[in-house]
Each structure stands twice: as C-alpha cells, then as structure tokens.
C-alpha cells in the first residue's frame, strides 16, 4: 500500500504542476499579483468554513451508518478518517482510493472487515444518491447554455481517452498477470454479492439511517459547490450563490468521472472554462488555482499527514 501510495503522490503532484503551469501561462499578466493582495480575506476564510462543512457531513454519514451496524469510534477520529480519504481518492485513479481508505481506517479500529466493507459500501452508495438526483438539473442547465455543455463535452471526451488509455494498460497488466487476473475477478463477485446482501438489510432494517446518510451526503456535496462561490467574492463579485452553484455540476460530474487521480488537470482546466464569465482572464487563473487548493489539495495534504502518523503507529504496533 506504501508504494502504490508513494507512487500516486508523485503522479499527482507531476499532473497538478503541468495543470497550473498551463493555467499561469494563459492567465498570467501585470494584473495578477495585484489580485493577490486584494482579495477580501473574510470570505477567504469563509471558503474554508464551506470545506469544514463538507468533511462534517461526511464524518456523520460514516458515522451514523457505522453505529446502526454496532461500530463505535470517536466523532473527530471520523474527521481524520474523512482527510484521510480526501488524500487517498486524490493520489489514485478516479477517486477508488479513498473507499479502500475508509475500510483500513475503520478495521484499524478492530472491524471485521466484512463489517467494515459493508460500512463504506453503503456510504458508496448515498454518496452516488446526489449524483442520480442532480442529474435531470444539470442536463437541463446544459441544453439552457450550450456553450458550457460544449466545453464540458470537450472535457468528457478528454476523459474518455484518458479512460481507455487506463483500461488499456490494465488490460496488458492482467492478460500477464493471469493468475491475478483471476483471483481479482473471483474477489469482485464475492464482492458484488457481499454488497448485495448489505444493501438488503439496510433497506429491510436500517431505512431511516440510509435517508440520514443520503441527506449527509447531499449537504456535502452542496458544502463543496458553496466553495466556489464564497471564493469569488473574494475576488469581488457579486453573481448569485446558487446560480454559480447551479452552473458547477456539469464540472462536478466532470472531476468525479475523471481517471485521472483526484480529478487533477480536469479540475483545474474545467475550471477556466466554467468561471470565465464571472472573471476577467488576469484573475481567472488565480481563482481557478485557489479554488482546487482549498477544495481539494490542503484537505489532501492534511489527511496525507494523517495517513502516515496511522501507518507509523501501526507499524510499530504490529511490528511491521
């Protein structure tokens, strides 16, 4: 897990460098350090407010969903848990590490994994809950502003290639691993199975606390979008909350689609793309590096030192 890790950080850390390389090429000027130093800080820090919101929810949902199984842990160790997560789905390819995450962080815990696995797969499934209920919105907002659904488009299909690039390569990987090949598909129809039978029971016993999770996972999601927001009237506009929130989701879809780790380089150019309008283009880039930095990467980087303190104490305790 170390090296996959190692080896996810610095494919990352090489993506989001060329992303805001290519940002401060096309957007740089004389004006753009100005903007620095003229941003109103009290809704800087209030962007950040947005982002404490959103690991909140996503601390109760894991929450919740892990005491109607039995599974007790400490409210702020779910907060560790969460940036932990936050940093494990943005050094792996589209976003897959951070439920592997979760699992690790609460069988640390003394969870029987199948116990645990059933935890975050149902946390899995109320989190795609928001994506099911926003899709009929943001295809409406697309077909209204076919410009931003044309950009959009020009990203998915950038998304796609990077897709079957990555199929690709794990294609070649298994057809010479074959042994491994098997054992992976056999482990995915144990699992498919397992969440099979998880679901059921949550829908038979646990109703109200699947509601609770779906709703958790809707404000977090809706915490995230309010970032973008808060930020731009730092930068001085004043363009309605929920209309920029409304206008974020075809680039939401776009980031958690992505195979790229995190959604880096999809975010960051989307970006540009969905807040030109709002900005001129000296202090768009500027906007479009801050908002990725707060959304994701600091949280990412947190629960990167998180994640090492855990291995470390665990290395020691089981002498490994």
Same mark, same amino acid.
């Given at each position: ?17 060329? @992303?805001?390389? %290519? ?5 740089? @000027? ?7 130093? @003229? ?13 404490? !919101? ?24 779910? #907060?560790?848990? @969460? ?7 943005? &050094? ?48 409406? #907002? ?26 690709? &390569? ?25 969440? %099979? ?27 995230? !979008? ?19 929130? %409304? ?5 939401? %879809? ?57 291995? #470390?104490?665990?290395?020691?305790? #089981?002498?490994?």
């Amino acid at each position: 897990m170390k090296r996959t890790i190692f080896l996810g950080s610095i494919g990352v850390l090489i993506i989001i460098f060329l @992303s805001f390389l %290519y940002i401060l090429l096309k957007t740089f @000027s004389r004006e753009t350090l100005e903007v620095l130093f @003229s941003l109103k800080r009290r809704y800087l820090l209030l962007s950040f407010l947005w982002v404490f !919101l959103l690991h909140t929810f996503d601390n109760l949902r894991l929450f919740i969903l892990s005491r109607a199984v039995g599974v007790k842990y400490s409210f702020l160790y779910g #907060y560790a848990v @969460s940036l932990a997560n936050t940093f494990a789905a943005t &050094v792996t390819p589209a976003h897959i590490g951070g439920e592997a995450m979760a699992i690790y962080l609460i069988a640390r815990k003394g969870v029987s994994i199948p116990k645990t696995m059933s935890i975050v797969t149902m946390k899995t499934i109320s989190g795609m809950s928001f994506f099911i209920l926003a899709l009929p919105i943001t295809v409406v #907002y697309l077909m209204d502003n076919k410009e931003v659904a044309y950009d959009i488009l020009k990203l998915l299909v950038g998304v796609f290639i990077l897709t079957v690039i990555v199929y690709i &390569v794990f294609k070649r990987f298994f057809e010479k691993n074959q042994h491994f090949s098997e054992s992976f598909i056999a482990s995915l129809k144990k699992a498919v199975l397992r969440y %099979y039978i998880t679901l059921k029971i949550y829908a038979l016993r646990r109703r109200k606390v699947l509601l609770l999770a779906v709703l958790y996972s809707s404000l977090l999601y809706i915490s995230f !979008l309010m970032i973008a927001p808060t930020l731009l009237k730092a930068f001085g506009s004043d363009q309605s909350f929920i209309d920029l929130a %409304y206008q974020q989701l075809g680039l939401l %879809y776009a980031i958690f689609i992505s195979p790229t780790p995190g959604g880096s380089g999809v975010g960051e150019i989307g970006a540009l793309s969905t807040f030109s309008a709002f900005l001129p283009v000296y202090q768009l880039g500027v906007f479009a590096i801050l908002w990725r930095l707060i959304s994701q990467y600091i949280s990412a980087l947190l629960g990167g030192i998180i994640l090492f303190i855990f291995l #470390y104490i665990d290395s020691k305790r #089981y002498g490994r």
